[in-house]
């Protein structure tokens, strides 16, 4: 027999299992499981619901509507946990900044997501990793120097993770050769786009 989940750890599986398809594109069937009713008043479920529907709203492209709903989650996680549920909003709302072109405030959001991470977790966390990626991101059309310190942080922890040959490290690879790119350093550039084809060939 095994013991059922507390509401509000079965209200984080439940979207992450959400997040999952949105990931895989399958947005419709997402956004059905999001319409489903919720039981009870938990001010904390209600706040994980809504984050989800806000990164469903950033991957329909309906970003006035992921901002409001982002917002929202942030505020509220941040006053009742203000741990990985907040930091994962954040990353959100930051990613929804990138996507309008506020890149001052996506890097002020995903600061804030990496503070939380790096407080709550080890070094080599993937979410710190993640948390540099999307810095990196972020910072790629205003400080390229910068957004090459975020990627290599990124790469640094997925080798650790995983070692040389895994996909996360071609992904790394691949974002460092676009920020030497943009720095007009071509021959690290191109080490780098070489060395992630030469992982998704052998993977």
């Not at 750890?9 to 895989?24: D, G, W």
């Not at 072109?101 to 996506?106: I, L």
Request: contains cysteine; aromatic residues 8%; hydrophobic residues 40%.
């Amino acid at each position: 027999h095994i013991p059922k989940a507390n509401p509000r750890t079965q209200a984080i599986l439940n979207n992450r299992s959400v997040e999952i398809l949105i990931h895989q594109g399958k947005l419709s069937e997402a956004e059905n499981i999001l319409k489903a009713p919720i039981t009870g008043t938990d001010p904390f479920i209600a706040a994980i619901n809504r984050m989800t529907e806000g990164f469903l709203y950033l991957n329909q492209g309906r970003n006035d509507r992921a901002l409001e709903a982002l917002t929202s989650a942030v505020h509220d996680l941040q006053e009742l946990e203000n741990g990985l549920e907040t930091a994962l909003a954040l990353s959100y709302l930051g990613q929804v900044y990138v996507a309008t072109g506020k890149y001052v405030q996506a890097e002020t959001q995903l600061q804030m997501a990496l503070s939380i991470r790096r407080e709550k977790l080890e070094g080599t966390s993937e979410l710190i990793a993640a948390s540099y990626n999307d810095l990196g991101f972020a910072c790629t059309q205003v400080d390229v120097d910068r957004a090459l310190d975020y990627y290599e942080q990124a790469a640094a922890i997925y080798e650790k993770l995983h070692g040389k040959d895994h996909r996360k490290m071609a992904i790394a690879n691949t974002n460092l050769g676009i920020a030497n790119l943009g720095l007009q350093f071509y021959g690290d550039a191109t080490n780098h786009f070489e060395a992630a084809l030469a992982i998704w060939e052998k993977i």
